[in-house]
């Protein structure tokens, strides 16, 4: 069964550098075609996609954000790390990981952790 | 980027009823890479169909999705108490992977 748990702090400061922790369970970063992603939402709001990191450590950024995120992995822990430089008040939301598969179902994210929420605040 | 435009905003419906939500992609987006999702106040985001019309496991089969032209449509045929919800789709086929922003389905 695959589970994935989100964590991190609830409450950071406006221009401070905000690390997430996604820990998971059910799958290994080293097997061909896996994938975790980090998709956030922020309150009453849509999701919005902002990066994945694969097994082969190939990673991908949401264009808007690119430069103020940085995805990283340690499979050895079961555990992909993102963060997030010179948060502002805009970055205030619920933040998830998520699972794929290349080879399952064209690579849907599949399962998701229950998501972890910040707080950007002075 | 694509941008996916769902409609309508919010959808509000009697249980039993039928109810037909919809995203049209800005561009060209390949079928096989289209998601819909479900979201309940609180929750996260549970998985219903895949590259646009295979459903996830566990997804009762009231709930469909198809493709028309560059169209995609999610239909859930019968409501259920339960199925009032916030639905999101998303393509997935390559970065970035934008999702739709949401239709609220509520009570009538």
């Known amino acids: 069964q695959i589970t994935l748990q989100e964590s991190g702090p609830t409450l950071v400061k406006p221009t401070q550098t905000l690390t997430l922790t996604c820990t998971f369970s059910?799958?290994?970063?080293?097997?061909?075609?896996?994938?975790v992603g980090w998709i956030r939402q922020p309150p009453g709001k849509a999701l919005e996609w902002l990066a994945v990191i694969y097994w082969n450590d190939d990673r991908s950024y949401n264009p808007s954000l690119k430069g103020k995120l940085t995805i990283t992995k340690d499979t050895s822990r079961n555990q992909v790390a993102l963060t997030m430089t010179n948060v502002d008040p805009v970055d205030t939301g619920t933040y998830y990981c998520a699972h794929r598969r290349i080879q399952i179902w064209r690579g849907v994210f599949d399962i998701w952790g229950r998501g972890t929420r910040v707080t950007v605040s002075s | 980027e694509i941008v996916l435009t769902q409609s309508p905003g919010t959808l509000s419906l009697s249980p039993g009823e039928r109810a037909t939500l919809s995203c049209r992609p800005s561009q060209t987006v390949n079928s096989n890479y289209l998601a819909w999702y479900q979201q309940k106040p609180g929750q996260a985001p549970r998985l219903l169909i895949y590259s646009a019309t295979g459903r996830a496991t566990g997804i009762p089969d009231r709930f469909s999705g198809s493709e028309s032209g560059t169209d995609f449509t999610l239909t859930i045929s019968r409501l259920e108490p339960e199925d009032f919800a916030v639905y999101y789709c998303?393509?997935?086929?390559?970065?970035?992977?934008?999702f739709g922003q949401g239709t609220k389905l509520e009570i009538k």
């Open positions: 059910g799958f290994s970063l080293s097997t061909s075609g896996v994938g």
């Open positions: 998303q393509h997935y086929g390559s970065s970035p992977f934008t």
